[in-house]
């Protein structure tokens, strides 16, 4: 979360209604893992942590399922059309089996169960989403990187516009 700025809650949510928190569920259209990744199509993206055997560990699978969120809030222009794109229903005449509505409504018990104080980026973005019929979600960016470890990628390839601010910069 901290990494592409995407609200820890929104991503708790996500795998909440994707896995029921089973790092090891495969769905019948192979999406794998917490995040319910598509290896098939976003192989590529666990080739830093040893290939697609990667997805179901916990740590992987949610790095790459973060991003893979991030890039479709971003392309999307707002939080539900990333989520509808993320769970392959950015057509609007294709269902998201509720997938959506589930998921935001997760992510407000979360904020409930907090005293009402979200913890990320997102919540205020959220909750104008919800209130003024998707506005666009400003892009996050992602700061300059340290040399990546072995489960953190180098995340240079992004878009200018996907990167955040330097911490260090005065």
């Known amino acids: 979360a901290r990494e592409t700025g995407i ?3 929104l991503l708790l949510a996500i795998m909440a209604i994707e896995a029921n928190f089973n790092p090891q569920v495969q769905s019948p259209a192979g999406a794998q893992g917490l995040m319910q990744v598509m ?9 830093p942590y040893g290939g697609i055997e990667a997805a179901f560990l916990p740590e992987a699978n949610i790095r790459v399922g973060a991003l893979i969120i991030k890039q479709a809030i971003a392309l999307m222009g707002s939080l539900q059309g990333g ?4 769970v392959g229903a950015a057509n609007p005449s294709v269902s998201d089996g509720g997938f959506v509505n589930k ?7 979360q904020v409930e169960m907090l005293g009402g104080n979200g913890l990320g980026l997102l919540h205020h ?10 506005p666009p979600i400003p892009a996050v960016q992602i700061p ?7 489960l953190e990628p180098s995340l240079k390839h992004l878009p200018n516009q996907l990167r955040l601010p330097s911490a260090a910069t005065p």
């Not at 300059?144 to 072995?150: A, I, L, Q, S």
């Open 83 to 86: 989520l509808r794109f993320y």
């Open 125 to 134: 973005a959220m909750q104008q989403d919800l209130a003024r019929n998707l």
């Open 144 to 150: 300059e990187e340290k040399t990546p470890g072995p």
């Open 103 to 109: 998921v935001l409504s997760e992510y407000a018990r």
């Open 7 to 9: 609200d820890p809650l």
């Open 39 to 47: 290896t098939s199509i976003h192989a590529g993206k666990f080739a």
